[in-house]
């Protein structure tokens, strides 16, 4: 099971925040990972905004009792990102980026394609990372200065040097805005800029 | 001291699973009605007090969400109670005796998990306190500490679960019978080291009230880890010897922790007890195996983790029985601790019959204040009593 969000904590400890006008935003709720109530923790120490999106509201059922936890349903993160984000006016500084599947071709991904094909979604790896990227450029402008971007399931393909994985195309996106790596491993990636 | 209830229907955090079924909120409070705690049903925190989570799970279940069945418990708190924790009007009591497994190991790191999510939540220092049933908890947190650098942030405590007190102890001692047989060992659940204790016994042909194996059934017959044998003629000497029973005959209707059969200790000369634990190294998790030669008066060895006579001597129990070497209780490696052990058995099943005998007679003052210590002893208001005093002193330390 992967939980690459913990890795990000000595990270997390070193940004500065703003109550009234920082945001934490995750994109792909908790699927038994841990990810949700994580950040949700460290929403409710900062007095922070959490929001979650997801397509499906199945997480939203088994954390009732986290009453921080702004859920939203959407038909995409990037839709999200694009409609509602922008009416938010806040700041985003702390991103988790973990939805639109990624998988190696076999049983693993011909489920994933019928379960998506359930919402109209011609799945594809591809398509992964043409949403995360989407995800990402609309959510550049509302990004803190000083912020941090995990992307989990996004491996290192270190004979190329070059990332894989959902947020494959996320990272060098990240790298021309000002983002530097501080963490690579565990299939994912830590970005920040600002410190 | 105020206990705070979210409701007086449920215990807190009843939305888990593995929480809820712990105990219900009513036998939750009456255990804590030991001590000197009122209760609040109420989620406003107008005075200081304690927020009371009992979890029944090993640590690797309840430290941190790595596999599916497994959760983070104080990331499951509601963030009013975090706040109220952050501006120190009440305190994190979380309630973990009812298994005393270490908090680290190869493959987990609990200690990392825990000291972690206070972080993350922003937790003041020791605004966390576990009870813990492994008794050693608390240093080994320090440790851990240590070894990392990293200030201590969580107050650990010890607590006793099996203390064998509702297993209705008689009025005396029993009487042991003169010329009975040198040992009993009642093994009852599986344990791999209870398999190669089992094992050792019939080896060596030491003949005594023995009970053992019934998990064979159940369980495969793993290789030893103690002692350097043949597998094959380990399963063997085993499966030619086992199961047996003198004692719980239906393992699955009655509940034998809850049984004392007093006509065992009466015909035996010695208790060979095997601990639940043996090699979780640094641990110390003592159950009702260990009390229960101390509730009946009858004389004991122990095969356990290293130092567990040690704390029974702290509790000011006796475990000097002239003419047993308990040696072994000191030896840290698992290994070496389980030879002495059992030649320090050995020794006194090969003892001189009348030697035997009058050491009994030897040992009676012995096993007469073990039993009047014993029934002395109240664990759980020893254990609720130093939350409160810990907490106290948490709250003095804050205005």
């Known amino acids: ?195 | 001291m105020l206990c705070y209830f979210d409701s007086d229907t449920e215990v807190n955090l009843s939305h888990i699973a593995d929480i809820k079924q712990v105990r219900s909120v009513v036998e939750l409070k009456n255990r804590l009605s030991v001590s000197n705690f009122e209760f609040a049903h109420s989620t406003q925190y107008t005075h200081r007090g304690l927020y009371v989570i009992e979890v029944s799970k090993i640590p690797e279940l309840w430290c941190a969400k790595t596999f599916p069945k497994s959760f983070n418990l104080l990331l499951n708190i509601p963030s009013r109670v975090i706040k109220a924790a952050k501006t120190k009007k009440i305190r994190i009591l979380i309630l973990s005796i009812v298994e005393g497994d270490n908090f680290t190991s190869d493959i987990f790191d609990g200690f990392k998990h825990l000291h972690n999510t206070v972080c993350l939540l922003g937790l003041p220092k020791y605004s966390v306190i576990i009870v813990s049933g492994n008794l050693n908890a608390g240093q080994q947190y320090t440790a851990w500490c240590n070894h990392y650098s990293k200030e201590e942030y969580i107050e650990f405590q010890e607590g006793i679960e099996w203390d064998g007190k509702t297993s209705h102890p008689p009025d005396d001692a029993v009487k042991i019978a003169d010329y009975c047989l040198p040992f009993n060992s009642l093994n009852r659940a599986h344990r791999n080291h209870r398999t190669e204790h089992l094992y050792f016994l019939s080896e060596n042909k030491l003949t005594g009230l023995v009970s053992g194996g019934a998990w064979f059934a159940t369980h495969p017959i793993d290789p030893p880890t103690y002692q350097t044998i043949d597998y094959n003629h380990y399963k063997t000497v085993l499966t030619a010897n086992y199961p047996k029973t003198v004692d719980v005959e239906d393992l699955v209707n009655q509940v034998p922790n809850l049984i004392n059969n007093l006509k065992i200790y009466e015909r035996s000369q010695l208790t060979v007890v095997t601990e639940s634990h043996f090699d979780q190294t640094g641990g110390m998790f003592i159950t009702e195996k260990t009390f229960r030669p101390l509730l009946l008066g009858h004389p004991f060895m122990i095969l356990g983790q290293q130092g567990t006579l040690k704390k029974l001597r702290s509790w000011g129990f006796q475990t000097d029985f002239d003419g047993i070497d308990q040696s072994y209780d000191d030896v840290t490696d698992d290994s070496e601790r389980f030879i002495q052990f059992h030649q320090s058995l050995r020794t006194w099943y090969l003892l001189d019959a009348e030697i035997r005998r009058t050491a009994i007679y030897k040992w009676d003052n012995i096993i007469q204040h073990n039993f009047q210590n014993y029934k002395k002893l109240n664990f759980k208001k020893t254990m609720f009593d130093n939350v409160i005093l810990s907490t106290e002193q948490y709250f003095k330390k804050c205005s």
């Open chain 1, 1 to 195: 099971m992967a939980n690459f969000h913990l890795n990000s904590q000595p990270y997390l400890a070193q940004l500065s925040y703003n109550q009234d006008t920082d945001m934490i935003l995750e994109i792909g709720s908790d699927q038994n990972e841990g990810s949700t109530e994580f950040f949700n923790g460290l929403a409710v120490n900062w007095e922070i905004p959490f929001y979650t999106v997801d397509v499906i509201d199945e997480a939203q059922h088994r954390f009732t009792h986290l009453d921080h936890i702004i859920w939203q349903v959407s038909e995409g993160g990037a839709v999200w990102t694009k409609t509602v984000l922008p009416t938010l006016s806040k700041q985003i500084k702390v991103l988790y980026l973990d939805n639109y599947d990624w998988s190696n071709p076999g049983p693993n991904a011909d489920a994933i394609i019928a379960n998506y094909s359930l919402r109209n979604v011609k799945w594809s790896n591809l398509g992964s990372q043409v949403e995360h990227l989407a995800q990402v450029t609309n959510c550049m402008p509302y990004m803190s200065q000083q912020s941090l971007v995990i992307c989990d399931d996004t491996p290192l393909v270190e004979a190329s040097g070059t990332y894989t994985g959902k947020c494959g195309a996320v990272v060098p996106y990240l790298l021309v805005n000002g983002y530097q790596i501080v963490y690579t491993g565990n299939n994912g990636v830590i970005l920040q800029r600002g410190l």
